[in-house]
Nanobody, 118 residues
Framework: QVQVVESGGGLVQPGGSLRLSCAAS????????MGWYRQAPGKQRELVAT???????HYADSVKGRFTISRDNAKNTTYLQMNDLKPEDTAVYYC????????????WGQGTQVTVSS
């Protein structure tokens, strides 16, 4: 049963910025570290950023220094600030617990499309 809703995607030029939001059920948000994943056409879904309940963040090398993950525990919401976007960041972005087995068990939301193109 899907318990997350992603939003904030869109079309942006290279070098631009977007901020993604993910509203999750309180049960998920309070129990698990959260992550942002992305899936480009023809590629496997990859985890790009994670944040623990106490705010410790980790990033994939491909986005380190450009993306920032954060969370608002009062709103059960996770954010992904994406700066200096590149065409290779084009993908559907999803949020879910950062442990893939848990995310798979819970199911995936519809995601939000990010397209970086001039």
């Amino acid at each position: 049963q899907v318990q997350v809703v992603e939003s904030g995607g869109g079309l942006v030029q290279p070098g631009g910025s977007l901020r993604l939001s993910c509203a999750a059920s309180g049960n998920i948000f309070s129990r698990f570290a959260m992550g942002w994943y992305r899936q480009a056409p023809g590629k496997q879904r990859e985890l790009v950023a994670t944040i623990t309940s106490d705010g410790s963040a980790h990033y994939a090398d491909s986005v380190k220094g450009r993306f920032t993950i954060s969370r608002d525990n009062a709103k059960n919401t996770t954010y992904l600030q994406m700066n200096d976007l590149k065409p290779e960041d084009t993908a559907v972005y999803y949020c879910n617990p950062s442990t893939l087995s848990i995310a798979t068990l819970l199911g995936w939301g519809q995601g939000t499309q990010v397209t970086v193109s001039s």
